[in-house]
C-alpha cells in the first residue's frame, strides 16, 4: 500500500496485549517489543515517509 502512495496506520497493540496477560502484563517489556517490531519494519526496508505508528497507550 505504501509503494501505492497510500497512507498506512499500524497500531501497536501495546493495551490489547497487556489485557491478555501476556508477557506477564508487563507494560514496559510490551512496549519494548512494540519498539521491536517498528525496527523490523524499517529493517524490512519499508518506506515510513507515509507510515504512522499508533500506540494504544502512551
Known amino acids: 500500500m505504501v509503494g501505492a502512495g497510500c497512507k498506512v496506520k499500524i497500531w501497536i497493540t ?5 489485557l491478555n496477560n501476556k508477557m506477564g502484563g508487563d507494560l ?5 517489543v512494540g519498539r ?6 524499517k529493517a524490512a526496508g519499508m518506506n515510513l515517509d507515509r ?8
Open 14 to 18: 501495546d493495551w490489547f496485549v497487556q
Open 28 to 32: 514496559k517489556k510490551i512496549q519494548t
Open 36 to 41: 521491536y517490531m517498528i525496527e523490523i519494519w
Open 51 to 58: 507510515v504512522e505508528f499508533l500506540w494504544s497507550r502512551a
